[in-house]
């Protein structure tokens, strides 16, 4: 065992007589760790912690705060190789990438540290003479906020940074799955300077802590990053007690490619997008729609790259993929692609799980997927592409909206009318044409549909964690 993940409730807090769960290394299911599971008892102190943390957070100037955030982020870049290694180790991504994540944790964290300072007001005039009309911001108050594992630490920071730049305090509920790097993320935050009370980390069972939690009177903000199902029900939790919610749940991203672009090239961009991270991101390209003249060349070089890639242990610098992050990725992966053979889809590669040791699962291609395999609306969050063909723009346009997700899409052309449209007619909350620019600190990250509400990046997602005030004054007469 390497590392003990550990509560912060107002302090670093020792196992003390928690029970522990381990924490398994998805590359050899070896246990790695062990996280102390939060009572009740730990809930109800982190909820008072936070209410005296919001009130001392909350009147610090915000150039104060500022200063303390952008400490964090380099204390996230000085330590991005702990924070990295621990990442792998518990989610299984390879090393490379983890060292993205890291610094793009702290990349967020300054950006955030940034725009807090922006937070403005406005004068409005008023109707009469000696009246004064002020809209002013305030942060909305403690936040009980929800990360997955899939990027342990980026998906964190977005949350943390967002409600700690606009002023809240927050309790974050980490992923039970992959703990460590994000202690240590916590750690960076609070060796910089942030309240101790304004930042709790806690673990447990993800259901006694969003019921405890959302229903506190002291929590006046929700934020989720995870699937569908889990969403709506903490969405109906918070609608219970009237409060707001941010909503970054699952997406089945389509890609639409045109026959005006290179295949082979296309092809090659976007299979190093989809096999990244394994496929167990949001935002991953996962039904292809490619256009008649160009979909078997661009079918045979996506197959030819998914059964050369090197998949393996993420510390290996050979890899170019890891295992995925748990055993119940594997059996929901092998479900979705027999049924889809069943139903009449051509298997190209992978399909299953490689070997018995570790969560590995080959690389997957798919094509001629009738509509109703069940993977063409079930998100399979794993290393699977679905490519089918098309014939008419307004049919790509349409299949690629026929699923309950509104996400992210994708589209290839070279036609500027044509890309155009795609930003108009994909329905979904980002589009990125002719490249991969999503989910960078400046810009909004949120989807439609069932993906969820609220927005996570750029300036939507520091307005997330404040709330309009109106002041209104006269002369006194
Ligand atoms: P899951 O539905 O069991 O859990 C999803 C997440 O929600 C996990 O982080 C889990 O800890 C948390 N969770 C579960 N029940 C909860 C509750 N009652 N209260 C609070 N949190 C709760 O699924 P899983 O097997 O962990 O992940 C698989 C699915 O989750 C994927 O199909 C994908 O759609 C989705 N997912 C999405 C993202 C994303 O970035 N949007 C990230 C991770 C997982």
Redesign the pocket.
């Given at each position: 065992m390497t590392y003990q993940p550990k509560l912060h409730i107002g302090e670093w807090l020792d196992a003390g007589g928690r029970e522990l769960l381990p924490v398994e290394n998805p590359a050899t299911g070896v246990t790695v760790a062990q996280f102390p599971v939060a009572t009740i008892a730990d809930l109800d102190h982190a909820l008072e912690c936070s209410a005296r943390g919001f009130s001392v957070w909350r009147t610090k100037p915000a150039l104060q705060r500022s200063a303390i955030l952008r400490r964090a982020a380099e204390l996230m870049r000085e330590r991005k190789e702990l924070i990295a290694g621990l990442i792998t180790l518990e989610q299984g991504k390879p090393l490379r990438e983890a060292l993205l994540e890291a610094a793009n944790g702290a990349d967020i964290t300054e950006w955030f540290a940034e725009e807090g300072r922006r937070a403005y007001g406005r004068v409005i005039p008023a109707r009469q003479p000696g009246i004064m009309q002020i809209a002013t911001v305030e942060p909305i108050g403690p936040v009980a906020a929800?990360?997955?594992?899939?990027?342990p630490v980026s998906?964190a920071v977005r949350k943390i940074a967002g409600s700690l730049a606009a002023g809240c305090s927050i309790i974050l509920?980490g992923?039970?799955?992959t703990p460590s790097s994000v202690c240590e993320t916590i750690r960076c935050y609070i060796d910089a300077g942030v309240d101790a009370d304004a930042l709790s980390l806690v673990f447990g069972r993800?259901?006694e802590?969003?019921?405890h939690l959302i229903p506190s009177p002291v929590i006046r903000k929700v934020s989720?990053?995870?699937?569908?199902?889990?969403g709506k029900?903490?969405a109906m939790m918070a609608a219970e007690h009237m409060k707001p919610c941010t909503m970054?749940?699952?997406?089945h991203g389509p890609a639409v490619v045109f026959d005006d672009v290179d295949p082979a090239k296309a092809a090659a961009e976007f299979a190093a997008f989809k096999f990244r991270n394994a496929g167990?991101?949001?935002i991953s390209p996962t039904r292809f729609f490619v256009q008649d003249a160009v979909h078997d060349t661009f079918l045979e070089e996506f197959v030819s790259i998914a059964t050369k890639l090197k998949v393996g242990v993420g510390q290996d610098e050979a890899s170019q993929m890891g295992p995925l992050a748990?055993k119940?990725?594997i059996d929901?992966l092998e479900e979705l692609v027999t049924n889809a053979v069943a139903v009449g889809a051509t298997l190209h590669c992978g399909g299953e799980r490689i070997g018995n040791q570790g969560n590995f699962f080959a690389p997957t291609v798919l094509s001629d997927i009738p509509d109703d395999a069940r993977i063409m609306q079930e998100?399979p969050?794993g290393p699977v592409a679905l490519i089918n063909r098309f014939t008419d723009e307004d049919e790509a346009w349409q299949r690629a909206n026929a699923t309950a997700y509104g996400l992210a899409s994708y589209a290839y052309t070279r036609d500027g009318d044509r890309a155009q449209r795609a930003g108009e007619k994909l329905d979904s909350g980002m589009v990125s044409i002719n490249h991969f620019g999503l989910a960078t600190a400046e810009t909004p990250f949120g989807g439609v549909k069932e993906s969820g509400y609220g927005r996570e990046g750029g300036i939507e997602g520091l307005d997330a964690y404040l709330i309009t005030k109106f002041t209104t004054r006269r002369h006194y007469q």
């Open positions: 929800f990360s997955p594992w899939n990027f998906q509920k992923p039970e799955d993800p259901p802590i969003s019921s989720f990053t995870g699937s569908v199902p889990v029900h903490l970054e749940l699952g997406g167990q991101v949001c748990n119940r990725r929901a998100e969050f």
